[in-house]
C-alpha cells in the first residue's frame, strides 16, 4: 500500500501570517482550525509587502504563511524581490508557505512568479485540463 500523499500540519495555538486585506474565508478558516491569524498589511499605494513588518511577524510561533499572486482581493502580482523575501523569511522560521494560486489562472498573457518549490510549500491551484497544463507556472528557488 502506498503511504497518503498529504500531510496534516497541526496548527493549534501556532500562528498563521496572511496579508491584509485578504480573502474574507481565510480568518475563519484559520481559527476553525485552531491557528491564531497574524495579518501583515500591505502598503494600500501599491499593495507591495512591507519587509520590516513582515519581518516582525515571524517568530517561534509561526506556522503558515498564506499567499496569493494575484493577490485578492487587489490583483497584485507579488514581485520576485517579495517572493524571495518571504522565502528567505520562511527558511530561516522554518515555516511552511500555503500558495494560494487559483486565480493564476485568470491571467493567460502574464507570467506569474510562484514561491512554490519542493520543500516546505503548499499549493493550491487547479488541476482541471486548462489549468496546470499551460506551463505558466514558474517556480523559483533562492
Given at each position: 500500500m502506498s503511504p497518503p500523499l498529504h500531510h496534516r500540519i497541526e496548527l493549534y495555538l501556532s500562528q498563521v501570517i496572511i496579508f491584509d486585506p485578504q480573502y474574507d474565508a481565510y480568518i475563519p478558516l484559520i481559527i476553525a482550525n485552531g491557528g491564531i491569524p497574524r495579518s501583515v498589511k500591505?502598503?494600500?499605494?501599491?499593495?507591495?509587502?512591507?519587509?520590516?513588518q513582515l519581518a516582525?511577524?515571524?517568530?517561534?510561533?509561526?506556522?503558515?504563511?498564506?499567499?496569493?499572486?494575484?493577490?485578492n482581493p487587489t490583483g497584485k502580482i507579488f514581485s520576485r524581490e517579495d517572493l524571495q523575501f518571504i522565502a528567505a523569511l520562511c527558511h530561516k522560521w522554518g515555516v511552511y508557505a500555503v500558495c494560494d494560486e487559483v486565480r493564476r489562472l485568470l491571467l493567460p498573457a502574464q507570467q506569474i512568479l510562484s514561491l512554490f518549490t519542493k520543500t516546505k510549500t503548499i499549493l493550491i491551484a487547479q488541476c482541471s485540463s486548462g489549468g496546470l497544463g499551460r506551463g505558466r507556472l514558474q517556480p523559483f528557488t533562492l
Open positions: 500591505l502598503d494600500p499605494s501599491d499593495w507591495s509587502v512591507p519587509h520590516e516582525a511577524a515571524f517568530n517561534d510561533k509561526t506556522k503558515l504563511i498564506l499567499i496569493n499572486t494575484p493577490h
